[in-house]
C-alpha cells in the first residue's frame, strides 16, 4: 500500500529511487533532475494518493536504498499554503511479482506563439505485462491528452487513457489488471496552443514551458524503472518567412544539429492539418 498525503497546491509529487549512493539534502531542482541516478517509484500530482496493490504484487527497495520526493508547489491563491507531504509505504512479508514503471517524457515541444501542436510518442511495453495503473501529465496550455494501446505497426488502437484538460488528470487503476497484447506499446499524445508572444519550450515552468509526460504501472518486471525519453529533434527547420499565407508554395531547408551515421528520414506534418497541407 503506498500514500502520498499533501495539502492544496501541489502541482505533483514524485517518489524516486537512487541507483547511486547520494549525500542527503534539500535542493532547489526546478531544473530536474538526473534521470541517470534516480529512476520513478510512483508520482502522484494535484490530489493525494492512496492506492492498495494488487494481491501479491509488491515494490522491491534495497536496504538502506535513497528515496528522493520531489515536489513541485503551485500557489494560485493569496495566501501562504501547508508545504508537508506526508509519504506511506506499507511493508509486507509475502510476494508473488513486483510492480514496475513506464515513465514516458516527450521533450520534443518547441510551439511558436499562436501556434497549434499536436505531440505523440510510443513506448514498448515488456511481454507478459499486465497495467494496474496509469496517469498523464501536461501544463495549462495542454488539451485532449490520450493514451492508446497499439502495436508498433499500427497507427491507432485501443484508448486506455484520456484527460481533455489539466485539472481532468486522474490516477487511473485497472481492477481487474488490463492483459496487455504481447509485443504492443502505449502511445502518449497531447494538444498544444500557444496563446503568448513567446516560444513554449520543454521544461518545468507552468507559464513559459510544457510537458507531455505518461507514467504506466505494471507487473510482473524485471526491471522496475525504465524511462522512455523522446528527446529534442536532431533537425532545424529554416524558411525564407515564418509566414505561409493562403495559396503559398513554401520551401524549407532541413539540417541536422548534430552528424548522423545512419540514414535519417524526415517526415514533415502540419500542426493544422485543416489550413496546411504539407
Known amino acids: 500500500r503506498l500514500q502520498v498525503k499533501f495539502p492544496e497546491g501541489s502541482h505533483h509529487v514524485h517518489i524516486y529511487r537512487s541507483l ?3 549525500e542527503d539534502k534539500v535542493y532547489d531542482c526546478f531544473k530536474g533532475i ?3 541516478k534516480w529512476s520513478l517509484l510512483v508520482g502522484a500530482q ?3 494518493m492512496d492506492w492498495q496493490l494488487p494481491e501479491g504484487v509488491t515494490i522491491p527497495l534495497e536496504p538502506h536504498q535513497q528515496l528522493l ?12 499554503i501547508d508545504s508537508q507531504i506526508d509519504l506511506g509505504f506499507h511493508s509486507t512479508e509475502e510476494s508473488q511479482e513486483h510492480l514496475g514503471v513506464v515513465f514516458g517524457v516527450n521533450q520534443r515541444i518547441n510551439i511558436s506563439p499562436g501556434q497549434h501542436a499536436r505531440v505523440q510518442a510510443f513506448c514498448p511495453m515488456p511481454e507478459g505485462a499486465k ?4 496517469m498523464g501529465h501536461f501544463h495549462a496550455h495542454g488539451s485532449d491528452y490520450k493514451v492508446v494501446e ?5 497507427t491507432g488502437g485501443n484508448e486506455l487513457y484520456a484527460a481533455p484538460d489539466e485539472p481532468a488528470f486522474e490516477f487511473k487503476t485497472y481492477a481487474p489488471a488490463h492483459e496487455i497484447p504481447r509485443g504492443a506499446g502505449f502511445q502518449y499524445e497531447c494538444s498544444f496552443f500557444n496563446w503568448g508572444g513567446a516560444p513554449i519550450t520543454w521544461g518545468s515552468d507552468t507559464q513559459t514551458q510544457e510537458h507531455c509526460n505518461m507514467t504506466a504501472y505494471f507487473s510482473p518486471a ?3 524503472s525504465e524511462l522512455c525519453l523522446t528527446a529534442p529533434s536532431k533537425l532545424a527547420l529554416t524558411a525564407a518567412s515564418p509566414t505561409v499565407r493562403a495559396g503559398q508554395s513554401v520551401t524549407f531547408d532541413v539540417a541536422l544539429n548534430a552528424p548522423e ?16 497541407e504539407v
Open 20 to 22: 547511486e549512493p547520494e
Open 34 to 36: 538526473d534521470w541517470t
Open 46 to 48: 494535484t490530489k493525494p
Open 69 to 80: 520526493a520531489q515536489v513541485h508547489w503551485l500557489n494560485t491563491t493569496d495566501h501562504a
Open 131 to 134: 497495467l494496474h495503473a496509469m
Open 150 to 154: 497499439r502495436m508498433p505497426n499500427q
Open 222 to 224: 524485471e526491471k522496475i
Open 261 to 276: 551515421q545512419d540514414d535519417v528520414v524526415v517526415a514533415l506534418q502540419a500542426s493544422d492539418a485543416s489550413a496546411l
